[in-house]
């Protein structure tokens, strides 16, 4: 595919122009005053496009049009509120394939990629839609005679949703689409890296709000994390920060929304590792193991980030998973057959160059890549050559993780020794294990196992589905998003209590007889 051709096409088709305002606040504010960012593909290192960030006056704009906009998205039910969000499905599927081209010219993302971050977000408003039928709470027996109780679920208000480069609409679609049914209206503040994805989806999304005459419930402001974001995580009017991105990044999020009593959803970094058991079956562990380390050039937070493989199969293993990654083709992600694109940028370039080093320093032997790379006729992309590592034994550099594809190896002897080496990092986002040894994959999934949020069997850490409440534990912040009753941290529950009685009863037999 020729990228040349394509930019200015899909620009047009997107409502891209060279510099687009940043701020959507009702309609696109024109000339935002923040600061300007300009955008090169990590395909060819070529500018894209300039996006102006908004400043605190533009914000301010924006949180009192979304206070107005609230007031009025509560007035409808949840149904309604679902079939705009069913609407917005149907347009998303017209627009998949250009919307997936400017998510692969953005990030880097193979064009499967690209559509799969598109395909996400239908998957998610087809279960918003449905969900915006099943909103329950609980009945709880009273204790109290011609006494009522029961819970029910509340929008919060503004909700803030913060989202990191490499999921940069998806995410925000996990959050958005089901905070909407709840109730809640969406400030996103996309990342600096990847903006655009976030502009062409709200050009979209909008204008199905527009023409069927819906409260205008998402507003998007670009800007950097220490201005905007900071905005964001000080105000009392957003209820809830979700905040999708580095340990670092909401370890400052989390301390400024605690300070005033918010509530946070925190989705940070992970550091997956899969155990391949001598009961695995090969095959399996093999694709397993490379879709999870190289897919997204190892810039997923799901990434399998190291494998613990049992000493009887562990030199036969490494050999095979050698070969494997020797016919893997690098390259333009939008050209057929590659699988592995560019990384987001020089900074990533060099982050994944320093952590090679230390990993040599701290023992580890390189067995395959961990060079730059030169791709011709993209000589000023941000190209690596993954690299598989064995480690003598768990050690700084294992325990960080490093957004880019590094497989660190480690050997185990007995399957309890390979769940030790797997939970001793500071992430808990996802884990597999790879056996048919019903035992083994028992004794993973319990208490003594896993200490992630996710767990899966015969399969890769990487490649979750939206039916399940995603997010991890220890570092990884313990958030939770998406499927299952994840709409719940988007609510506030209340618990009521009603006496249709002609008397007061109180609780736990209290007398209080006002003579
Ligand atoms: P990042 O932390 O650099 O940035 C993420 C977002 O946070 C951006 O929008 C950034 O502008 C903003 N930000 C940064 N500091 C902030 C602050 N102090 N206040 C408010 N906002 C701030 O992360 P990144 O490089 O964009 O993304 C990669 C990271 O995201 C990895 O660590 C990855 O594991 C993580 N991630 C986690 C999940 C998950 O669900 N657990 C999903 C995707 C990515």
New binding site residues.
């Given amino acids: 595919m020729d990228l040349k051709e394509m930019r200015p096409r899909l620009k047009s088709e997107l409502g891209i122009s060279e510099v687009n305002s940043g701020v959507y606040s009702n309609d696109w504010i024109d000339n935002p005053k923040g600061r300007k960012i300009n955008l090169y593909s990590p395909i060819d290192g070529e500018f894209i496009a300039g996006v102006n960030g908004g400043s605190k006056e533009e914000y301010e704009v924006m949180v009192k049009n979304m206070e107005e906009n609230y007031e009025k998205w509560i007035k409808l039910t949840s149904p309604q509120r679902g079939e705009l969000i069913r609407l917005i499905g149907l347009e998303l599927r017209k627009n998949k394939e250009k919307l997936g081209r400017i998510v692969s010219l953005e990030t880097g993302k193979t064009v499967v990629e690209g559509e799969g971050e598109i395909q996400e977000m239908i998957d998610i408003a087809d279960f918003a839609v449905g969900l915006s039928r099943q909103l329950y709470g609980y009945e709880i027996a009273s204790e109290r005679y011609n006494h009522r109780m029961y819970e029910q679920w509340l929008p919060l208000g503004i909700v803030g949703v ?6 940069p609409s998806s ?1 925000w679609s996990w959050n958005s689409f089901i905070a909407a049914v709840v109730g809640n209206v969406v400030v996103w ?5 990847a903006p655009l994805t976030a502009i062409s989806v709200m050009n979209i999304i909008t204008r199905v709000i527009k023409e069927h005459h819906y409260p205008e419930i998402f507003s998007l402001i670009a800007g ?3 201005e905007v ?2 905005l ?2 000080s105000d009392n009017r957003i209820k809830l920060i979700s ?8 370890r ?2 989390s301390e ?1 929304v605690a300070k005033r009593f918010g509530k946070v959803i925190l ?4 550091n997956n590792a899969s155990i391949i058991s001598d009961r695995a079956d090969i095959n399996v562990a093999l694709k397993g193991v490379a879709f999870g380390a190289l897919a997204t050039a190892g ?3 799901t990434t399998t980030r190291r494998i613990i493989v049992q000493e009887s199969i562990y030199d036969e293993f490494i050999k095979k998973l050698v070969n494997v990654y020797s016919k893997v083709k690098i390259g333009n992600p939008l050209e057929e057959g590659v699988l592995v694109g560019p990384l ?1 940028d020089e900074s990533a370039v060099n982050n994944f160059m320093k952590a090679i080093e230390q990993a040599r320093h701290e023992g580890g032997r390189v067995l395959f890549g961990g060079e730059k790379l030169s791709i011709k006729g993209y000589e000023k992309g941000f190209y690596v050559k993954p690299a598989i590592i064995t480690m003598p034994e768990v050690s700084p550099v294992s325990c960080q ?1 490093t ?1 880019a594809p590094i497989l660190y190896v480690f050997k185990y002897k007995t399957i309890h020794d390979a769940i030790k080496i797997h939970n001793a990092v500071p992430q808990g ?1 996802s884990s597999s294990i790879f056996t048919t040894d019903l035992r083994e994959e028992e004794l993973f999934l319990s208490p003594w196992g896993s200490d992630c949020g996710l767990a899966n069997v015969n399969t890769a850490t990487a490649g979750a589905e939206i039916g399940g409440a ?3 534990e220890k570092e ?2 313990g958030g939770r ?1 998406s499927g299952s009753d994840a709409w719940k941290s988007y609510a506030r529950r209340q618990t009521v209590t009603i006496n249709w009685g002609r008397d007061i009863p109180l609780s736990q037999g209290i007398k209080f007889d006002i003579k």
């Fill in positions: 913060i989202t990191s480069f490499n999921f995410v503040k996309p990342s600096s890296k950097g994390g220490g974001g900071n964001m995580t905040f999708t991105g580095s340990v670092d990044g909401g400052k999020v400024a989705e940070l970094g992970g810039q997923r937070c987001i993780e957004f986002l995603f997010g991890g990884t912040g998003e």
